[in-house]
T-cell receptor, first 111, second 116 residues
Framework: EAQVTQNPRYLITVTGKKLTVTCSQN?????MSWYRQDPGLGLRQIYY???????DKGDVPEGYKVSRKEKRNFPLILESPSPNQTSLYFC??????????FGPGTRLTVL | AQSVTQLDSQVPVFEEAPVELRCNYS??????LFWYVQYPNQGLQLLLK??????LVKGINGFEAEFNKSQTSFHLRKPSVHISDTAEYFC??????????????FGQGTILTVHP
């Protein structure tokens, strides 16, 4: 089954404690993205990747890092989380026909 | 750069009534257009997309959308809604090629609530 997986699904942490949200896809897609969803703002792209070792900033990259060492994995790293990064995060991969597949989401709370 | 505006943040409607969710976009390049649906506590699911060809596209669950290039709109319609259509709907665009392909820009979302 074609899917995008994310872990963890829920995370509560404290300000400044580094964390990583993992993302993996099994469709051999080249393009992958991270989004955050906040009420009234829709989804905003944080980072995206066009292929292994190729990443670019989205609309709201501040405070986030990503890496793409393998095609299937695209982890999101928060080196020093702050309360304004409390949000719902989605990973996605997109095929060349424009179909974007979303993961189930990670709900992050930073205290 | 692209931007997407969903003109209604909330749309209440009665069951079996028709519905239209409005989406306007702006872009300096040609784009692909999408509608996604998000049911409560779930991820996003693709409803339909416009890449090229016929401007009327049909999607899942009886939804359709019409691309209007001159008005830069991509409104979503359903002739008769069900309670199960209650969800949040997002319009999105991405450049159709080049290094920006895959950089989706979303609208703010429209919450559709279907009442019995």
């Amino acid at each position: 089954e074609a899917q995008v997986t994310q872990n963890p699904r829920y995370l509560i942490t404290v300000t400044g404690k580094k964390l990583t949200v993992t993302c993996s896809q099994n469709m051999n897609h080249e393009y992958m993205s991270w989004y955050r969803q906040d009420p009234g703002l829709g989804l905003r792209q944080i980072y995206y990747s066009m292929n292994v070792e190729v990443t670019d900033k989205g609309d709201v990259p501040e405070g986030y890092k990503v890496s793409r060492k393998e095609k299937r994995n695209f982890p999101l790293i928060l080196e020093s989380p702050s309360p304004n990064q409390t949000s719902l995060y989605f990973c996605a991969s997109i095929n060349l026909a424009g179909h974007e597949y979303f993961g189930p989401g990670t709900r992050l709370t930073v205290l | 750069a692209q931007s997407v505006t969903q003109l209604d943040s909330q749309v209440p409607v009665f069951e079996e009534a028709p519905v239209e969710l409005r989406c306007n976009y702006s872009s300096s390049v040609s784009v692909y257009l999408f509608w996604y649906v998000q049911y409560p506590n779930q991820g996003l699911q693709l409803l339909l997309k416009y890449l090229s060809g016929s401007t009327l596209v049909k999607g899942i669950n009886g939804f359709e959308a019409e691309f209007n290039k001159s008005q830069t709109s991509f409104h979503l319609r359903k002739p008769s809604v069900h309670i199960s259509d209650t969800a949040e709907y997002f319009c999105a665009v991405t450049p159709l090629g080049g290094t920006s392909y895959g950089k989706l820009t979303f609208g703010q979302g429209t919450i559709l609530t279907v009442h019995p």
